[in-house]
């Protein structure tokens, strides 16, 4: 089996991944911000964008679609209606490379793409594609007219960026807006953006998975992520994955990669609507969020795991593998385990706290444990229910402002 590698398109590579709440990582690619380069391909024509061939999405073998048969739109009419709204976003960005002789720091041209979502000029596209922007990007439309647009907003944590443009002289033509909470493994995408420069390139598969986790940009995760198998690669970033009636409902954000091939093998990732609905209105308004902070990094109780630990009857919690130092989990007095054991291939620290409750909800997943923190407010005080030593202990702690970026080998205990 071929080994699945982890590559950043965009500028340096980022730091290994550090205590978050609730974490499995997948290792992918960053499928934005590419550095320009010369492209040579053979290109086969098939009929997608244009032509007399009429290629109706349907849904797949094994899956079904939220979409009703007076909503079901071709390859050619999901991309007459949205690529107006679909630009390509183009800004300099530090290279990575060491200072030259005369002390200029080495930049290169980064690609992405965006998608405008109103008349008033505001497009969301990845926080990667604008990470280490050096000047004001530049937003192409697919009519080639090009404006400056300014970065009015940044969420590393869900990778996703708001810029802003002058909508006079412009006539803006906003991709719908969908509901990715209805999706269901098997129904029809399609995919839009710049790969590797190419503009307005078209692509479909189908939702391969749902619910998975992904690490963003600040290595903390994103969960409830869409998977699919439409042909998504670098330059793609910030674009949108459209349901069958060409309404977004995912921004292509990451593709795992095999062996040395930082190119699609069919696994895609999509940030859900859902979730860049929820925080548009704050990143509009003030540039960034403000996230809960826990500072504790843990594994989700297994049936093995649990045969080898003192749980007290439990069958399902988070299991805390790292209490982050100086972190609202250290100062609670969050534990740690500190025995290892390999389970299921897994290095696993056991004989720490087990969570099984946030303020009185049941934790039952290490995913669990990530969803209930961030609906919280930093400075706020929550009572997490552990089991220590087979015996249930309520600890208070007040919850700080998650760090820019999480920490990396920093456990306490």
Request: charged content about 20%; overall charge neutral.
């Amino acid at each position: 089996m071929e080994s699945i590698t982890s590559t950043y398109h965009n500028g340096p590579a980022l730091p290994p991944d550090g205590g978050g709440s609730g974490k499995h990582s997948f290792l992918s690619a960053v499928v934005g911000g590419a550095v320009v380069a010369a492209v040579f391909a053979v290109l086969t024509i098939l009929g997608v964008i244009g032509g007399e061939t009429r290629t109706v999405v349907q849904q797949g073998v094994s899956g079904t679609t939220t979409v009703s048969d007076d909503e079901l739109l071709t390859v050619n009419e999901i991309y007459r209606k949205t690529s107006p709204g679909v630009v390509s976003i183009k800004t300099r960005v530090n290279a990575g490379g060491s200072d030259n002789i005369f002390g200029v720091q080495q930049e290169g041209l980064a690609s992405g793409t965006g998608v405008v979502i109103d008349k008033k000029g505001f497009i969301v596209t990845n926080a990667h594609v604008v990470e280490n922007n050096t000047a004001s990007p530049t937003v192409q439309f697919n009519d080639e007219k090009s404006v400056t647009a300014k970065v009015v907003g940044r969420d590393p944590s869900n990778d996703i960026a708001v810029l802003k443009i002058d909508p006079k002289g412009l006539k803006l033509e906003p991709v719908p807006l969908g509901k990715s909470s209805k999706l269901e493994v098997g129904s029809p995408v399609v995919a839009i953006g710049s790969p590797f420069g190419l503009d307005q390139t078209v692509t479909t598969g189908i939702v391969s998975g749902l619910q998975r986790e992904i690490t963003a940009p600040n290595q903390f995760t994103i969960g409830n992520v869409i998977q699919t198998d439409a042909a998504i690669n670098p330059g793609n970033s910030g674009g949108p994955l459209l349901d069958a009636a060409g309404r977004m409902i995912g921004m292509n954000s990451q593709i795992a990669t095999s062996g040395n091939s930082e190119g699609n093998v069919g696994i895609g990732f999509a940030v859900p609507i859902d979730t860049i609905r929820k925080i548009l209105p704050e990143l509009e308004k003030s540039g960034k969020i403000d996230y809960a902070y826990l500072g504790i990094s843990t594994l989700g109780l297994t049936p093995e795991i649990a045969g080898k630990l003192n749980v007290g009857g439990s069958k399902s919690g988070a299991l805390v593998q790292c209490v982050v130092n100086g972190g609202p989990a250290e100062k609670a007095g969050f534990r740690a385990g500190s025995d290892s054991a390999v389970i299921n291939g897994q290095e696993t620290k056991i004989g720490g706290d087990l969570i099984v409750k946030i303020d009185g909800k049941e934790v039952k997943s290490s995913e669990d444990v990530a969803a209930l923190i961030v609906t919280k407010k930093p400075g706020q005080e929550t009572i997490v229910t552990v089991i220590r030593d087979g015996k249930s202990k309520d600890l208070k702690t007040k919850l700080s402002s998650r760090p820019t970026k999480a920490v990396q080998n920093n456990c306490s205990r």
